[in-house]
């Protein structure tokens, strides 16, 4: 006589059921509105996933990523190959491309990438409100169809958004640590560091120019400087030729066709100076007579909007996350490089200000995915050959998108000034992790 399999013991019943009833409830509990969202939030991220990032052209930096994790995890020698534009701590999310170690390694990411972006917005949901969260997703799945799922950069925007939420809750070393991993992964979020600090000083009622650095500031950017300092440094035992490669790799770029100044040198082939299209470093760019110029003075434009912001947030014109906000707008606004997926880097912390829909930004990452990859295919720029011009409504649409991009930077920029008294006074607080 068969006897049948005894049943799992009663606690773990419960324990499943408690998980699945919780599952539930949490659902049940959001507006119809919040389910017909995340509904068509999905919806549209499988659609990328199937319908574009499994096409012959979709998912090129995924086998870039997949190249390097492999280099360097089973090269030979292994653990000595970095990649050549990117930090050392990026092979943590290329080697997601391997677990886990499916051929299919494309969807294999996305769905790393997608669990990212629903805890996202969980978290926002949580932190923030249901408005906020539902605004982000829609605004990164219709500005980033192409590359949301494609790219690693909700990585450290993430460490933004965590850094900011940190500070809010006066945990600055834990905030400090958040931005040395997002330095390690992408180098941006090292323009931020002297918004944390500025923030910290107002926490203790201290200000900068009058008071000694007190020790909590002090040990918070000896955490990231010494952070960041070893791994790089871990990196040049590594690869001795190699681990400068994030920074002369970007410095050497030209103009990345989807940029600001490529927008304005474009402009000035209509002016009538020499310009033509370049493929290099795996992008489509746009170089001409007066490209250095703008260069120069794109980069002058980051180095003195950032000191702006942190002179409006030193003098209390400008609050905490506000500044953070801003100091990425400018950050993308001034590179000379725009892909697609650096609108990641700004629209969490700009919805987590605004809190609601904007006409500009919506207008912004609807040009946005037109242009890549829609326009890319439009235009037929595939492969490694450099075209012998760019058809005219590529360079123009980029153009308005970008035209749309400085109207919201300046606009946000204006909107959060602020007169002295409104920036909220803290008490000085005692904890040791302050």
Request: hydrophobic share 50%.
């Amino acid at each position: 006589m068969r006897v049948p399999p005894s049943p799992p013991p009663s606690g773990s019943r419960r324990a499943r059921s408690g998980i699945i009833h919780g599952v539930i409830a949490s659902l049940t509990s959001w507006r119809p509105r919040d389910r017909v969202a995340l509904a068509m939030i999905g919806a549209t991220l499988l659609g990328s996933l199937a319908l574009y990032m499994h096409s012959a052209y979709g998912h090129g930096d995924i086998t870039l990523y997949h190249r390097y994790a492999k280099a360097f995890w089973l090269g030979s020698p292994p653990l000595r190959s970095l990649p050549a534009e990117y930090p050392l701590l990026s092979l943590l999310p290329f080697t997601l491309t391997l677990l886990p170690p499916l051929p299919d390694f494309v969807s294999v990411f996305a769905a790393w990438m997608a669990l990212l972006f629903v805890v996202g917005l969980v978290a926002i949901r949580r932190r923030e409100s249901a408005s906020a969260a539902e605004v982000c997703g829609v605004y990164l799945v219709l500005g980033c169809f192409g590359t949301l799922l494609g790219r690693y950069d909700l990585l450290p925007a993430a460490t933004t958004v965590l850094a900011y939420w940190l500070a809010k809750d006066r945990r600055f070393t834990l905030a400090y640590g958040m931005l040395a991993i997002g330095t390690l992964l992408k180098l941006y979020p090292l323009l931020l560091v002297p918004i944390l600090v500025l923030e910290q000083y107002r926490a203790l009622n201290l200000h900068v120019l009058r008071d000694r650095p007190p020790r909590a500031v002090l040990q918070g950017v000896a955490l990231f400087t010494g952070a960041v300092v070893a791994v790089f440094a871990v990196s040049a035992i590594l690869n001795p030729g190699g681990w400068l490669g994030p920074f002369t790799y970007n410095s050497q770029r030209p103009l990345q066709v989807e940029s600001v100044p490529a927008s304005l040198l474009w402009l000035s082939g209509l002016l009538g100076f020499p310009t033509a299209p370049d493929h290099s470093f795996h992008s489509y760019n746009l170089v001409g007579q007066i490209d250095g110029i703008l260069s120069g003075m794109t980069e002058l434009a980051l180095v003195a909007g950032c000191l702006w912001i942190y002179w409006r947030q030193l003098s209390g014109r400008m609050a905490f996350g506000r500044a953070l906000a801003l100091c990425l707008l400018v950050i993308v606004s001034t590179n000379r490089v725009f892909s697609p997926q650096y609108l990641m880097w700004v629209l969490p912390m700009v919805v987590i200000m605004e809190q609601e829909y904007d006409v500009t930004w919506l207008a912004i990452c609807a040009l946005t995915t037109v242009i890549f990859p829609y326009a890319y295919d439009w235009a037929g720029l595939h492969g490694t050959g450099t075209p012998a011009s760019y058809p005219l409504f590529f360079p123009a649409l980029i153009a308005v998108r970008n035209a749309l991009l400085l109207v919201a930077t300046l606009r946000f920029g204006q909107h959060s000034q602020l007169a002295r008294d409104t920036v909220p006074e803290l008490r000085a607080t005692r904890s040791p992790a302050a």
